[in-house]
Structure formats: C-alpha cells, structure tokens
C-alpha cells in the first residue's frame, strides 16, 4: 500500500505562486510515475501534470504550460508541484496519484494510490 499527502495549497491572489507537494510512504515511492489532477466546483477530475519515476519525462495540461513545473525528490519520496502565475481558473483540490495501469497519464482511472487533497484558491 502506497500512502500520499498532500500540502501546500491556500488562497493566493492572481499571478502569486504556490508549491504543493506530495509525501509518499509505504511501497516503493521511486518505481511510480505520479500524476497531479485538479477539480473545479462542479466539474470533473482534471489531469494536470505527470512525472516518470525517475523524473526524466514530464507532461502538463495545456492550460498551464509554461506556468506549473513538476519536479520529484525520490530521497524523500516527495513530488512537488511548482505553480506559477496562478489564475483564478486554477481554483481547485489538487490531488496527487500514483499511476499502477495503462493509458494516457491524464485519465484518472489508470491510477491506484490518491492523496486527499489540498485546496488551492485564486481570487481575481
């Protein structure tokens, strides 16, 4: 069992900046590919970005390309989320996952192991 907390998140202004981060314990953190998913009031899981085990590959939605940076610590079994000029469209809970099955990296069903959640809040 692959355990996931994440934190980091809060209320920020248009154009601030958060990181969250994703602390893993249990099985081996480093041997999953872990996925960053957002929902909006009312909308569904959205994937937003996605890193390989060994962090030599990343993806992001395009809505925040050039904007949010992944980034993984496998030493301290941490992922971390650097998101920059936030919008109030950014407005969600940020979940991470830990990818156990195929499929494109931003449908949420090929995921096992999901954090809680921490809420991220823009205001305009």
């Known amino acids: 069992q692959l355990q996931l907390v994440e934190s980091g998140g809060g209320e920020v202004q248009a154009g601030g900046s958060l990181q969250l981060s994703c602390a893993a314990s249990?099985?081996?953190?480093?041997?999953?590919?872990i996925g960053w998913f957002r929902q909006a009031p009312g909308k569904g899981r959205e994937g937003v970005s996605y890193i390989e085990p060994d962090g030599s590959s990343t993806d992001y939605t395009d809505s925040v390309k050039g904007r949010f940076t992944v980034s993984r610590d496998n030493a301290k079994n941490t992922v971390y989320l650097q998101m920059n000029s936030l919008k109030p469209e950014d407005t969600g809970v940020y979940y991470c996952?830990?990818?156990?099955?195929?499929?494109?990296?931003?449908?949420?069903?090929?995921?096992?192991?999901w954090g809680q959640g921490t809420q991220v809040t823009v205001s305009s």
């Open positions: 249990g099985l081996a953190f480093d041997g999953y590919p």
């Open positions: 996952a830990a990818k156990t099955y195929g499929g494109d990296w931003y449908q949420d069903w090929g995921y096992d192991y």
